[in-house]
């Protein structure tokens, strides 16, 4: 088992940054690939960002590449997502999820993935 939990979010200005964390235990961290994942009120979920278990790949969504950056430190067992310019279509609740796995892709569907956390609110205000 692997538990997730998500930090950071909060209410921020359209064109300014965020920086959420996700802290995983249960498991060794370096056999796991991360992403985040987004959705907002009546939407589906939609791929954020991924990295692979040795941080090596990354993987973004359309909507985010160029402005948001996904990292891992394994010291700490802990992924973040820095987003930069964020836009109020930016918001949305935030998940990180996990997947066990030996080999070094990101992954970028939720069906891939085994370990949810509860996720975390970000709003952003025009």
């Known amino acids: 088992q692997v538990q997730l939990v998500e930090s950071g979010g909060g209410l921020v200005q359209a064109g300014e940054s965020l920086r959420v964390s996700c802290a995983a235990s249960?498991?060794?961290?370096?056999?796991?690939?991360m992403g985040w994942f987004r959705q907002a009120p009546g939407k589906e979920r939609e791929f954020v960002a991924a990295i692979s278990r040795n941080g090596a790949n990354t993987a973004y969504g359309d909507s985010v590449k160029g402005r948001f950056t996904i990292s891992r430190d394994n010291a700490v067992s802990t992924i973040y997502l820095q987003m930069n310019s964020l836009k109020p279509e930016d918001a949305a609740v935030y998940y990180c999820?996990?997947?066990?796995?030996?080999?070094?892709?990101?992954?970028?569907?939720?069906?891939?993935?085994?370990?949810w956390g509860p996720g975390t609110q970000v709003t952003v205000s025009s």
């Open positions: 249960g498991r060794t961290f370096t056999q796991l690939a």
């Open positions: 999820a996990a997947k066990w796995t030996l080999n070094s892709a990101p992954y970028n569907t939720p069906d891939q993935y085994h370990y």
